[in-house]
């Protein structure tokens, strides 16, 4: 992945590069979990900051950058969220078949399967995943939300995203 | 024990980042051992980098780029190099071979920590060619210095009497030390040199005795470093043979780190 290379040997050029590239996966993840304009904006900068930091934090061997940006972006924002300190560091975002997604139309084709996927779920099972992902509920509050067992909630979160990993299968 | 189904579940709220304490540490070690679990995680994240990316669509503000930019501008580079080992301080007299060792050693070190070595995958056949090398040259130089008839000369100014002089070399990292001397005294019957660290504070700490050869050479070839201490300075001193908890006779040598 040339791009965090050259991050790594400091590049600031390939920062903005990067910016360009990649600020419309990270800003509306955050602004989807924290509603709030300002505060998605320093969540966009946190994750691209801890990049440009530790770009060895990423692993271009095992994985997507676009996926692994957007996952940093929903921990930090839901860290944020919940006034807690960050914990888990990832290094791998491994999406079936994917690539890089730097590209803008690559990027929109898979997106747009995953809106798919998404619309083609039981309206329980996505909601599900919404609180988990998008608003950062632990599977007890789920289940106290939805009145589901809390068994339910699980299998439903774990079901989804099976599904989801289903339709990129090949 | 947590059955397969406890795992799956707690896999999940790990890629969620939810798993805490007991629970977190329980499965991170788990992952270090079962790789279809690892496998599994990574899918996991895959997943959700998928779900991350359905909310794709609106702009940052424009300002935001030049934020970015002008953090990064007055951010150093965060790069995550190893850490060099602190320098130590030699003793005058010392064998050059030994000081050669010593960064031998670090070299090795220092090139087995390298962080960046997944990405060079290409070069790390060579280097790791190289450090056989090294390694091997190593190897024999320990053999020649450990040899039991390795003959010690050390080069003086003609008439100055000779001086007994110490080298300890030690690597926070790998909590290992080594302790080469030479022209030591010989010790009286009963008697034995102990080396001692000498901690950033509180009492110096025994790290073995030993006695010197007949040419007055010394050797303590891989020695563990105590746990938690931070080695301010090492000396030696003239003990009962089997060794004392605290120094009791004046210090014959001594080199702070550093």
Known sequence: MRLVARIRAGDQQAMSELYDRYARVVYPVALRVLQDAAAAEDVLQDVFLQLWRNPDAFDASRGSLAAWLAVISRHRSIDRLRQRRPETDIEDCVIAGGTDLGDETERALLIGKVREALAEMNPDQRKVLELAFFQGLTHTEIAERTGEPLGTVKTRIRSGLQQLRAKFAR | MKTHEQIADDLVLYALDELRGADCQELQEHLETCSSCRRELQQLRGDLGLLALSSSGPQPPA????????????????????????????????????????????????????????????????????????????????????????????????????????????????????????????????????????????????????????????????????????????????????????????????????
């Open chain 2, 63 to 258: 300002r935001s780029r030049e934020r970015l930019l002008r953090s990064i501008a007055t951010e150093p580079r965060g790069v995550s190099l190893p850490q060099a080992a602190p320098r130590r301080s030699l003793w005058a007299a010392l064998v050059p071979a030994f000081a050669a060792l010593g960064l031998l050693l670090i070299a090795v070190l220092l090139t087995r920590n390298n962080t960046h070595l997944r990405d060079q995958l290409a070069e790390l056949g060579n280097r790791n060619q190289d450090q056989s090398v090294q390694l091997a040259r190593l190897n024999q130089e320990l053999r020649l210095l450990t040899s039991p008839d390795a003959v010690h000369v050390s080069l003086t100014p003609q008439k100055a009497p000779k001086q007994p002089s110490g080298t300890a070399i030690f690597s926070p990292s790998q909590k290992r030390m080594m302790f080469m001397a030479s022209n030591l005294a010989p010790v009286p019957e009963g008697r034995a040199y102990e080396l001692w660290i000498i901690p950033a504070s509180g009492a110096p700490i025994a790290a073995g005795v030993f006695k010197p050869d007949e040419h007055g050479n010394a050797m303590m070839m891989d020695h563990r470093m105590p746990e938690g201490v931070e080695a301010k300075a090492f000396a030696i001193t003239v003990e009962k043979e089997e060794g004392s908890d605290k120094p009791t006779s004046p210090i014959v040598l001594m080199g702070a780190v550093g």
